[in-house]
């Protein structure tokens, strides 16, 4: 029997008008993403910089980058189920954990928005930071690493992320590079996961604390503990507080799930397709033993790319699991070009989409687990 897992990347896959192509011309997904934008204070404008060819505040700032990827996970989650599609699990990178959270019903999504919300708020005042994507094993990088730059993601057995003020992380880079380390930047202004942001951590328990949760109704596999997400860890407010601290280990957490059973499709419901390079690498994906399925392009190309991809992708699905239904009602055609678009370009020195998931050498596949 085969299964469906829905995974939902976070910071680093945002670029401009991620998603826009369904936007109008797919119902269910204008639907969802208009009633969370809704929930949003600012969601008037979270839309007019995502649409916009000169956005007000850009993409990669917490104030924008956070919510939008929230959004639009969230959008694309509930499209899926709507069309049918039953996660078997979910598992959420970062910010996705949160869309993840509301999608099975830990927290409604006003209480979710508003949480995240206040995150955001405290985020923008955090000492300026980074990302940093570096071609190596978290092992290889002990000795290199400082109290200010650590280990803030661990997306694959060669894929690790550091974070950290941008000095000290300047520095740091400088001396990876010297030792022969591939790196490139992660479109990030913040230093994600990492002790700087503790403040952040600690003045978010009180909201965490009154807020009403539930269990989850779909089951959640942790990024932060690799875990499944109990009951009891989904009632404990210094476990999401504590978010913006803590490293993400979406490898361990994806090799579990993965590991314990084959026929699990891959469904990477947000921008860009850096969780799917993953998973493609995992020894079960490599041995045929499962399928990879994203929503939406690897990179910007349009409306029309953005609906030929999400098609493609519920029909595929259709054929793997029989969840969703081969064909999708009528909806308004996707224009071929909004007024005043250009394709957005990609920013320079930045490791964007899925690139901030994969080997940054590319030359070979990275060594399975």
Known sequence: MTVTMVMLPGQGSQHPRMAWGLYGSEPRFTAALDEVLAAFDDGDALRGDWLSDDPRVPLDHVTRSQPLLFALDY???????EY??????????????????VLAGVFTLRD???????????LA?????????????????????????????????RQTILAGPSGPLARVE??????????????????????SLQAVASAAVDGFATTPVRAPGIPLRSCYTAEPLTAETAA???????????????????DAILSSRD???????????????????HRAMRAGRGEVVPLLPARPGGPGADRAAFDAAL???????????????????????????????????????????????????????
């Open 75 to 81: 959008a694309l989650g509930r499209t899926l189920m």
């Open 84 to 101: 049918g599609v039953r996660p078997w699990v979910m598992l959420g990178h970062s910010v996705g954990e949160m869309a993840a959270a």
């Open 112 to 122: 979710g928005a508003r949480l995240l919300q206040e995150r955001v708020r405290l």
């Open 125 to 157: 005042e955090a000492p300026p930071g980074g990302m940093l994507a570096v071609s190596a094993a978290a092992a290889a990088l002990d000795g290199l690493l400082t109290d200010e730059v650590v280990v803030a993601a661990v997306n694959a057995p």
């Open 174 to 195: 400088e001396r990876l590079r010297e030792d022969g380390f591939i790196t490139a930047p992660v479109p990030a202004l913040t230093a994600f996961h990492s002790p």
């Open 236 to 254: 404990d407010p210094g476990y999401w507080a504590a978010h913006p601290v803590r490293p993400v280990l979406f490898w361990p957490a994806l």
């Open 263 to 281: 026929d699990v499709v891959c469904v990477e419901a947000g921008p860009g397709q850096g969780l799917s390079t993953v998973a493609r690498r």
């Open 315 to 369: 029909a595929r699905l259709a054929r793997l699991t029989g969840d969703a239904p081969p064909e999708r009602p009528a909806g308004a055609a996707p224009p071929e070009r909004l007024p005043g678009h250009a394709p957005p370009e990609r920013l320079p020195g930045h490791a964007r989409g899925d690139e901030a998931y994969r080997d940054l050498d590319g030359q070979r596949p990275a060594p399975t687990a």
